[in-house]
């Protein structure tokens, strides 16, 4: 059965990287392709969700849960079975929404690799193998976001999505790092032991990333942008995939946010205000795919107050019935852009009633949404509500059910509405005026699950999904909780339809609030101070650094002139004065030696030649000579004596 | 073994430059077929490589190893081997320099010098990484300076000599510094020696916390202007964007490496008291580098000085790595070898992304002698192959899972965050700003109308028609008329990219090469 498994994520995923590299040539064979493997991957989840397989395949090689692991348990089994029925029902209508001239292989190459995504999410069991589903599957959003690239604007809103979900990723980074240093392990079941700083730090990295990933607060405006995309895209992201992966994994990490405590309430209030504050303005739009994204963030608000609060199975519920209602109304929504060429509430009037089939498959998942009873978001929203404690969360949460009611109402109040035939119509594409079968099957078999979930209020089918979750013992509504959500639906929703019959000018003022702009969240997210900071540094980094380099170089440079210039006039200069001293020195030298010595050597010599030659003269050989000369000799000898004694 | 891959290339070199009669072509045919051959023989060499079990490299396990006396008075030898730490470079540096050489396959300018230089450059760059002993080490790397300085100014763009200068005098002068190190680590070791092994095994300067540091100081700042690490960076942009494509390849995926390879090799190793005292200082270093880059990256109007800056970012994560592993009592073992082998990853996954990366870049100075990011639009239009890789190169390089960019950074930050919480929450940010600026890049470059730098005859481009007007120069600014990704560039860009998937995804096959050499980085540093 690991073949199933390994079958279930390689197959799509093989599928769609061979699509995307063959390119615009197997445009002919994408759709069909698609739709035979995202069938087999059906079939393949339904057979890992009985058969509970694991499998590993080595990643990382030194640290304990490198691996990537996949696990199936109850909460995957549930949502592999889900992601699979859901992408093959998208398929279903995208074959026959997507326009005739489409890059169909880019685009089903893209579907069949991000539903490989969202499958490997559901059922990794070590961090390596959630982050790299996690991330592919946002960057595979991201190429679907911005599908059709060549219109302004729609890659924008893919790039806004990616990072806007990718800082929600860097909470998985962190988690992991706290991980391996609280257990020593990746293995995500460990961390529920995890204790002390690096538990805290893992559950807030784990609670960022979700958030991220599902759009509540602070993150939700990503999904306004991610509507850029086409329908069946929206269809795909907004139900069972991408925007539910951030509540799966909270419910699947409820022990570690459970165990730091504060996790669980931040959570929980994270869920709830968001459920409220998304609620409030998806009841403000005037397109119904804006209105229906922030009735997304608002709707798995309640899946994430579900694992807040530790009602797994409520969470787990709410999930599916989400899944299935809001893919439906996409699906509508898509299939009347197609048809009508907008998808504004005011050209949209009495749409349901133009095209009956896709009008009730649509007005049943709309009565699902608003939580009518007996469908299936007024039973899990119950199970949800029936795990929370507190005044305050739980006013607020009723507060956010009573505002689906609301906003579902508005879809109702308009495509319930007999056409006056002055619609403004084919304003953002020219419309084909026709919705083929496939998609009103697409749509009939998601409203059928939208009202047939509606049996979880049983508590036997309540307590067989917790069993099968593990959930043993989480509580249940009681009849009353029952009876009081499913009137205040009821009555909100009636409310509504007949307040916008009554009052048609209270929508337009609405419309103009902030609210419609979803309350000014998108300047949350503005990348204008990151872009600002860039600047800056960028210019400190010319202006500053690399000036003071040049500085360096120059400063050096002018050191060695000014050395040069020391060199040329002081040192050379002294050289030069020496050299000439030493000449000048020696010319004194030689002319003190011709002169002085060697003149007083030849002085010397005449002195003595001189003497000399006065000696010789009285040596006349005369002997009367002689005689005088002894006798003047022996006188003065004479005197001497005289004189000395 | 190892000599011949080391001298290969270097032989061809000296053939090319015997012949000159040689057609251009036939010497770049030379040349790919000397690249070819030096990565087969390194392939064969990994074969038959046996990375050991538990920590093995640096010290022990060396394979392919010679060692012959060069200058015994000092004790500096020809000692060449491989182990984990090296190897997957080599293998690294074979790959690029075979990928740039089929990239400038049409290279119009003197190709046989070209290729020569390269050759030169290949034996240089092979030479440094497989050196054991530092006197060598230090040899090559300077000549890795010299050859890359010719390929600048020779056959660059723009203010080629100038930067070719600026890069030449700013990493020499950190050469030197190096130097200076090396002939500290020889004068503190009891044995006297400048040999790698032997100074691992007994680290010198064990005792002399000052000296030690002061060594490790000379060395840091030598390798940190090679690597480069921030303030040390501003000659990188200069020199990536007036190189000619290939050599930024080289330069980007190469010669940065000499830096970050220098830590593992010589800096942690040999002076291990030294790095445990000042890993703080590394790891500071690194994050800041990380946002610095990552943010001035955002900032830039040219493509190249974007990817250039990129490389800031990514090095830095390197050093947050490595300066990790050196905290030895904040973190256990197992973090810290996790950290080293993401430091280690991250080196052969950035050569093969921006390598990539900056080929592609070399096909915009091609078609239009421009990278400015507003002199181009609408890029997918024309040339979908070009927009495919370049899509791909910049998804993996800012760091998406299934591509090696993800399992190097992962690792560093999975390892890291147990010894330095703080730093690592700060620098993991830099991977949401790199996703950022890939972004807008991508959106910039591909999307919105399809805008081609005007065709000026003075730049050597092809001649706009004489028609003038303002008409025809309008449309001489949205002309459709460009080439895609022709044959030799494809065949040089999309296997660096399929190699950066297949180490995304099965990592295992470089890992089983890095995980003993880490461990024995990190246990010789806890000593």
């Known amino acids: ?645 | 073994m190892l000599t011949v891959v080391i001298f290969l290339p270097l032989l061809a070199a000296a053939v090319l430059l015997a012949a000159p009669r040689l057609s251009g072509r036939a010497a770049i045919g030379v040349w790919v077929a000397a690249s070819a051959a030096d990565l087969a023989l390194i392939a064969w060499m990994w074969w038959r490589f046996d990375p050991g079990e538990g920590a093995s490299g640096v010290v022990d396990g060396l394979a392919y190893e010679v060692d012959l006396q060069w200058i015994p008075t000092v004790d500096a030898g020809y000692h060449v081997g491989v182990d984990g730490l090296s190897l997957p470079l080599l293998a690294l540096t074979g790959v690029l320099f075979l990928a740039c050489a089929v990239y400038s396959l049409r290279e119009p300018d003197r190709p046989r010098t070209y290729a020569a230089l390269f050759l030169f450059l290949q034996t240089a760059c092979l030479g440094t990484f497989a050196s054991l002993d530092l006197i060598l080490f230090f040899v090559f790397f300077d000549l890795t300076i010299v050859g890359m300085y010719f390929v600048i100014s020779g056959w660059g763009h723009g203010n080629a000599r100038a930067s070719a200068l600026k890069f030449f005098l700013y990493t020499f002068i950190g050469s030197l510094a190096l130097l200076v190190g090396f002939i500290g680590l020889f004068l503190g070791s009891e044995e006297r020696t400048f040999d790698m092994v032997a100074l691992a095994a007994n680290p010198p300067l064990a005792d002399s916390p000052v000296a030690g540091g002061l060594v490790l100081l000379a060395i840091g700042l030598g390798l940190a202007v090679k690597t480069p690490l921030f303030p040390f960076h501003t000659w990188l942009p200069d020199a990536h964007t007036d190189a000619p494509a290939a050599g930024s390849a080289v330069l980007a995926g190469i010669l940065l490496k000499l830096g970050t390879y220098g830590f593992v090799r010589i800096a942690m190793p040999i002076l291990p008291e030294a790095w445990q005292r000042w890993a703080m200082v590394a790891v500071v270093v690194g994050v800041v580098s990380v946002l610095w880059g990552a943010f001035v990256a955002l900032a830039q109007t040219d493509v190249k000085r974007m990817i250039a800056y990129t490389s800031v970012n990514h090095m830095g994560y390197v050093l947050l790595g490595l300066g990790a592993a050196g905290l030895v009592a904040s973190a256990d073992e197992g973090a810290r070898t996790v950290a080293t082998v993401g430091a280690m990853y991250q080196m052969v996954s950035h050569g093969l992304l921006t390598g990539a990366l900056f080929l592609l870049s070399g096909w915009l100075w091609s078609r239009g002698h421009s990278y400015a990011f507003d002199r181009w639009g609408g890029l997918a239009r024309p040339a979908p192959v070009f927009a495919a890789c370049l899509a791909v190169a910049a998804f993996g390089s800012l760091g998406l899972p299934g591509f090696s960019g993800f399992v190097a950074e992962f690792q560093v930050f999975t390892g890291a965050l147990q010894a330095t919480p703080v730093a690592t929450v700060i620098a993991v940010v830099g991977i949401l700003v790199t996703a950022g600026l890939f972004l807008l890049a991508l959106q910039r470059l591909l999307t919105g109308d399809t805008t081609v730098p005007s065709q000026d005859p003075a730049d050597g481009g092809e001649p706009v028609p004489p028609t003038g007007g303002t008409a025809t120069a309008v449309r001489a600014e949205t002309t459709t008329e460009i080439r895609d990704l022709q044959g030799h560039e494809t065949a040089s860009i999309v296997p660096l990219l399929v190699l950066a998937l297949l180490l995304g995804i099965v990592p295992g096959v470089l890992l089983e090469v890095i995980e003993p050499a880490a461990a024995a980085v990190v246990e010789l540093v806890g000593r």
Not at chain 1, 471 to 487: K, Q
């Open chain 1, 1 to 645: 059965m690991t073949a199933a498994l390994a079958a279930l994520v390689l197959l799509p995923a093989v599928g769609g990287a061979g699509l995307l590299v063959t390119g615009r040539r197997a445009d002919r064979v994408a759709g069909p392709l698609a739709l035979a493997l995202t069938a087999g991957a059906l079939v393949l989840a339904a057979v890992v969700a009985a058969a509970r397989p694991r499998l590993s395949a080595p990643f990382l090689g030194i640290v304990d849960g490198g691996d990537l692991r996949l696990i199936v348990d109850g909460l995957s089994a549930v949502l592999v079975v889900l992601v699979a029925g859901i992408a093959l029902l998208v398929t279903v209508f995208a074959v026959a929404d997507l326009p005739a001239d489409a890059a169909r292989a880019r685009f089903f190459g893209l579907v069949l690799l991000f539903v490989a995504a969202m499958l490997a999410t559901v059922t990794a069991a070590t961090l390596p193998a959630l982050l790299l589903a996690w991330e592919v599957m946002g960057a595979t959003s991201y190429a679907l976001i911005g599908f059709r690239w060549d219109e302004p604007g729609k890659l924008a809103a893919g790039t806004r999505a990616f990072v806007t979900t990718r800082a929600g990723d860097l909470g998985l980074y962190v988690a992991a790092g706290a991980a391996l240093a609280a257990t020593g392990s990746l293995v995500l079941a460990d961390l529920d032991a995890a204790e002390g700083g690096w538990a805290d730090l893992a559950a807030a990295g784990v609670l960022v990333a979700a958030l991220g990933k599902s759009a509540q607060l602070p993150f939700s405006a990503w999904l306004s942008a991610a509507m850029q995309g086409p329908s069946p895209v929206s269809a795909l992201l907004h139900s069972a995939t991408m925007v539910a992966a951030g509540g799966y994994l909270l419910i699947r990490m409820q022990p570690l946010l459970a165990a730091t405590g504060w996790a669980a309430t931040a959570a929980a209030w994270a869920g709830a205000l968001t459920a409220l504050v998304l609620g409030a303005v998806a009841v403000a739009q005037s397109d119904l795919k804006q209105l229906l994204a922030a009735s997304t963030a608002a709707q798995l608000g309640f899946v994430v107050l579900a694992a807040g609060v530790g009602a797994t199975a409520g969470g787990t519920a709410q999930l599916v019935a989400h899944a299935a209602v809001k893919a439906g109304l996409f699906v509508a929504a898509g299939a009347w852009l197609t048809a009508l060429g907008t998808k504004q509430l005011a050209g949209l009037r009495g749409a349901a009633r133009r095209y009956p089939g896709m009008g009730a498959a649509a007005t049943v998942a709309a009565l699902a949404l608003a939580g009518v009873p007996p469908l299936s978001l007024w039973a899990t929203k119950d199970e949800v509500l029936a795990g929370v404690e507190g005044t305050a969360l739980t006013v607020v949460a009723l507060a956010a059910a009573v505002l689906s009611a609301v906003y579902a109402g508005r879809i109702l109040a308009v495509v319930l509405a007999r056409p006056t035939g002055e619609e403004p119509l084919d304003e953002e594409e020219p419309g084909t005026h026709r919705i083929p079968l496939p998609s009103r099957a697409a749509a009939g078999i998601l409203a059928v699950f939208a009202a047939g979930l509606g049996v979880l209020a049983l508590p036997a089918v309540a307590d067989a999904l917790k069993a099968v979750l593990d959930a043993e013992g989480e509580p249940s509504p009681g009849l009353g909780d029952l009876l009081l959500s499913g009137a205040l639906a009821v009555v909100a929703l009636a409310l509504t339809v007949a307040g916008s019959r009554a009052r048609p000018g209270f929508a337009p003022a609405l419309e103009r609030s902030p609210l419609a702009s979803w309350a000014g969240l998108g300047h949350l997210l503005s990348p204008r101070p990151a872009l600002a900071l860039a600047r800056v540094l960028a210019a400190v980094d010319d202006r500053g650094i690399d000036r003071a380099v040049r500085g360096v170089g120059l400063a050096a440079h002018r050191i060695a002139r000014l050395a040069a210039r020391a060199d040329d006039g002081g040192i050379d200069r002294a050289v030069a004065a020496v050299a000439g001293g030493t000449r000048r020195g020696a010319a004194s030298a030689a002319r003190g030696d011709s002169r002085v010595i060697d003149g007083a050597v030849r002085g010397l010599a005449r002195a003595v030649r001189r003497a000399g030659s006065a000696a010789r003269r009285p040596q006349t050989g005369l002997l009367h000579q002689y005689y005088a000369q002894a006798v003047a000799g022996l006188g003065v000898l004479l005197v001497l004596l005289l004189l000395v004694r």
